[in-house]
């Protein structure tokens, strides 16, 4: 069971510790390694002299760009704005000059490179102007404020990145009987919720304040885990403050992975998300702490998500702490404002130990997701040892937070049998890592079904892909014989003309014949016709009748003359 | 013993009927097979299977004329899957008919193209856009890769390139297997449903 400096014990032993609370199946009890970062308060990290923001900060679409290299921003403008239902605008932490919009590295354990926004900052940190604050909220149309909301570009700050906005507008489908404010930390290192309500309990609380009113929930829970005395307190007095009787302040049980939406809801209220489904369906939202006091800023204060508080942490580095970073800042800068990395610093993640991942370089910026960067040793966090054969221990299975089969899932994925693998429910896999953690076989067994899982979207992608390409096919098949059709049609037409024109071939002679005899049929007519009005004139007048006669008779052809 | 003869020759007559009925009335129009066996397909319409597109392969296979083995865009996996459809067994894909390589889209060098429509002309699922004189330029998202727009190409402007990675389309790679002796087989046989 020597994993470390980390020891484990299965809570099944002590479920006193929930009182009236309920249990998850599983689960671990990890050693915090908290108080690493907890010895400093929130810092201000600083403005970086460059700023890199990826397009894609969120779950869902990327951003659309509509900035170009050379422009100046100003802190807070918006820099792309959400494209799609589920997405998120981009805002300018700093003020400064658009060097470039291209592919930067981006915290992504493929290391490959993604789109962002690259700014210079000037060091001004000038403010664009900003529009109205929304103080009297209360007097708000909900959707206004989810506007605004979405407008400020907030996503769950936990570490998950899904927008705030279409999290809170599936109120709109089910109504919200219970808000809980997710205050507990999901892994070990990790501490900035717990400094954030320490020092910001105000602005959290009005936060919430500000989702009850969007969500009008019958009760709210505060959920805190029973580590974190000084949060506690704070929350209370914030609370208290507030007089409103319908916000409750829980201590749950600091059993990982109680900061898990799924995991906390059923502690808290002892039911259970259905699989596949939202929180919403069974009428709870939850929301992190965190993002309580970035929809505070965005409503109250009119301030884009442009910051966060990111835990820097781990041996790795000189002076672990929590900061305020600008996103867009490079890991490296954020380390060197705490003093650098130790001699001994091994690797560098995002996350914490249990759920975060390896990044190829201290280049990628800090992104909405980004709630901890954790440089460790090799004393600290050794290479995982080869993995040995599974022994069917079963002790991944006791662990399970989700109450899957994490050895079944393992031989599925293993062997490729993703219908298998999802027959037993390997999309409800959270990815907590706590078989892999207990598997005395050092089965990276994670790993297994992050690869299943992606390998089940794809082939979805590949399929829908084949879809589209078959009715394209289709329809260029269908529109050539239709092409052919119409040209059949068109030459049968002609023909028909052609065949109709030939019967008449005869015609111009005939006409001309035709013409030629009417032509001497009205002469002769004319020529009969006897002169009027010849009675009783002048002597003059017949001279010059005369005349005109005989001058008609003259120009007519010789031809004619004869006649 | 002649009424229990009469009985079932009269209860097999009636029954026969009922199903020659049956068989007229609700006849499928189409072959069930080949929507099927379409369906597995990767819908290319590269036509490297010697038959006009994924769909003519598709009949060809329900016709029994052609083998399961002769698409190379599918690959193994399209094997797999057409054996497991089928109740045959897989088989090797046919070198005849190509390799099976990573998807590929091509592209189209613009300031080469003289806009002659050859290729607009051979491209399957109408991934080419452009006039006569006017310059083409491939939909990169609809493009199957079934490079039938190269051959026709009089200026050879068109060049094949492997589909970008992106953190979309990235997978987890499956863990290298580390150990001195990998696990024990697929013991799931066991254990099944």
Redesign the interface.
Known sequence: MDQGSNIYVTPEVDTDRFGHLHRFHGGLVLAGHHELSMVLPISNAGIPPLLVLPL?QHIGETAECLVKPGDHVYKGQLLARARGNVSAPVHASSSGTVVAVEDRP?P???G?D?PAIVIETDGRDEAADSGNPMIAYHQMDRSRLLERIRQSGIVGLGGAGFPTEVKLGSSTYHAIDLLVINGVECEPYISCDNLLMQERAGEILEGVRILQHILQPRDCVIAVEDHMPAAEAAMRAAVSATTDSRIEVIRVPAIYPTGGERQLIRVVTGREVPSQGLPADIGIICQNVGTAAAVYRAVIQNRPLISRIVTVTGTGVVQPRNMEVLLGTSFAFAIDACGGYTNDVDRLLMGGPMMGFAVHTDSVPVIKTSNCILAVTRTEMPPPP?????I?CGKCTSVCPADLLPQ?LY?????G?LD?AQ?YHLFDCIECGCCAYVCPSH??LV??Y??AK??VW?QE??KK??????R??A??LERLERIQRERAARHTRKKETLAAAGNDREDPKKAAIQAALERVRRKKELADIAPQNVEGLTPEQERKIREVDARRQKQSSPGEADN | MLAAILTLGILAALIGLLLGYAAIRFRVESDPVVERI?AL?????CGQCTYA???PYAEAIAAGEADINQCPPGGESTIQALADLLGQDPKPLNPEHGEHQEKTVVVIDEEVCIGCTLCIQAC????ILGAPKLMHTVITG?C?GCNLCIPPCPVECIAIVPVT???D???????E????????G???HS?D?
């Open positions: 894609q981006y992504h354990p493929s490959i993604n080869p993995a040995l054969p599974c069917r079944q031989w599925y994925a293993r062997s049998n298998a027959d089965i990276p790993q297994y992050r690869h992606e390998e794809v992608k590949q892909a084949a879809d589209i390409a078959r394209r096919h329809a260029r | 379409d397909l990767p819908q290319t319409q597109g994924c769909r399957p699922v109408d991934a609809e199957t990675q992106s953190i389309t990235w997978v987890w790679p499956l863990p297997v580390r150990s001195a002796g990998s696990p024990a697929h013991p799931a254990t449903r």
